[in-house]
């Protein structure tokens, strides 16, 4: 990829907050491998590869971007989106459409990056479209300031062809969360598999709001919608985790986990299972509450105090 030189110091700051997210900058350098960087409210940068089109543009607020994988087309490496905002305020508003054809394999990087902005909303919606056999996975993270001044808008919609598989996971661990609203909902047809997985863990006075939905519409369809969540001192979360099954022999299971530290927590979670088919089979699981004391006391008795055992064992379910 060549970034114009109008744009190289821009590229030089967000690269800085690309590297705190997570990112490998050299992976947005390489030819070899497709990418699109977005930079408030403009495409500063964007590479093709064989099988791969991404094309975008401005739009009121942020930018648009389709990225098509061709039929049958496996990408080898996989394709990086970095999505910044350098200003300390604003609104970034991305719509991204994804279309996978019959028989492509594809793997997606996204790390969204605001460590300076301490009053920024950024909304983002993606159309998913996964053909007949295909395969995509979206790996998403997350990074911003410590101010909790960010607010994220995040709507995801996917629909899985026949025998197609998708998997997309949300994390938000590393700061400060801000507002976080999240929905991901897929539409599974015959013979299709998702994966929706978040992570994310609260401070101070952050506000966690997750939905994901799994209709499983297809015969022999088959999902799994997982949450985890880590609430400390006056974090506010609200998850809700769904599972419709509509045909026969299709399978969906919501899981949620919520860890709570704190005296003015406040969560709920709440699983939602639908079933219209009596041949489908749902299931759930939902537990929230402090660290398991027989954990803790494991680790306390390795020599670690309850604050690091506790942060030990944190960090391992965020992992």
């Known amino acids: 990829m060549r970034i114009a030189p109008d ?19 050299s992976n947005l350098l390489d030819k070899r491998v497709a990418s699109i960087i977005i930079s408030g409210d403009k495409v500063i940068g964007l590479n093709n590869v064989d099988g791969v089109e991404i094309e975008a543009g401005k739009q009121e607020l942020g930018v648009w971007a389709k990225i098509k994988i061709s039929k049958g087309k496996k990408i080898p490496m996989p394709i990086h989106l970095c999505t910044g905002f350098l200003g300390k305020e604003g609104e970034q508003r991305v719509n991204f459409e ?47 300031s410590e101010e909790g001044g960010v607010t994220v808008i995040s709507d995801t919609h996917a629909i899985v062809e026949e025998n197609g598989k998708y998997k997309n996971s949300f994390e938000l661990t590393r700061t400060r969360v801000g507002k976080l609203v999240v929905k991901m909902d897929v539409d599974l047809k015959d013979g299709a598999i998702a994966d929706l997985e978040s992570k994310v863990r609260g401070r101070a006075d952050d ?51 919520e860890i709570t ?24 699981e939902a537990s929230i509450g402090r660290i398991n004391s027989r954990q803790l006391d494991t680790m306390m008795a390795k020599g670690m105090t309850e604050e690091e055992a506790t942060e030990f064992i944190i960090k391992g379910m965020l992992s």
């Open 261 to 284: 530290k704190g005296a003015d927590v406040d969560v709920a979670t709440l699983p939602v299972l639908k079933v219209t088919n009596d041949l489908s089979e749902l299931t759930h």
């Open 98 to 144: 994804f279309i996978v054809e019959e028989g492509a394999t594809v793997n997606f990087i996204s790390h969204c990056s605001f460590p300076w902005s301490t009053k920024l909303t950024h909304k983002m919606t993606a159309i998913v479209r996964i053909g007949k056999n295909a395969t995509m996975t979206y790996a998403d993270a997350h990074f911003h």
């Open 7 to 25: 744009y190289s110091k821009e590229f030089e700051k967000l690269a800085e907050a690309y590297e705190k997210s997570g990112g490998d900058t």
């Open 207 to 257: 506000d966690i709001s997750i939905k994901e939905s799994l209709g499983l519409n297809g015969k022999e369809a088959h999902g799994i919608a997982k949450s985890t969540i880590v609430a400390t001192e006056k974090t506010h979360a609200r998850i809700v985790n769904e599972a419709f099954g509509n045909a026969p022999y299709s399978k969906g299971h919501i899981e949620c986990t």
